[in-house]
């Protein structure tokens, strides 16, 4: 089992920037998937950008030249940098990580194999 953390979540006026972290128990497998995904009020839960074990990063187009994904793996830590923030972007944020899927892509959400708790951004207008 993988646990999940996410932790700089807060409120910020619209054009702020947050940064998110995420930190995971220690895990020996190789390949992975790891992403973070969003959840506003009254709506489905979606993808904001996935990173695998090689690198390949993935956006949803509505944060691209926004949001930055990376990670540190020495520390098991994924981050989310997130800059030029709108109202929109206000919703409840959540780490993931998979070990089995073939192709990491932000979409659909429901295959993730484990999920942190989440952190709130909350973005004035």
């Known amino acids: 089992q993988v646990h999940l953390a996410e932790s700089g979540g807060g409120s910020v006026q619209s054009g702020g920037s947050l940064r998110l972290t995420c930190t995971a128990s220690?895990?020996?497998?190789?390949?992975?998937?790891f992403g973070w995904f969003r959840q506003a009020p009254g709506k489905e839960r979606e993808g904001v950008a996935v990173?695998?074990?090689?690198?390949?990063?993935v956006y949803a187009d509505s944060v691209k030249g926004r949001f930055t994904i990376s990670q540190d793996n020495a520390k098991y830590t994924m981050y989310l940098q997130m800059n030029n923030l709108k109202p929109e972007d206000t919703a409840m944020y959540y780490c993931?990580?998979?070990?089995?899927?073939?192709?990491?892509?932000?979409?659909?959400?429901?295959?993730?194999?484990?999920w942190g708790q989440g952190t709130q951004v909350t973005v004035s207008s």
């Open positions: 993931a990580a998979d070990f089995s899927m073939l192709r990491c892509e932000p979409q659909p959400v429901g295959v993730r194999d484990f």
């Open positions: 990173i695998d074990s090689d690198g390949r990063i």
């Open positions: 220690r895990y020996t497998l190789s390949g992975y998937c």
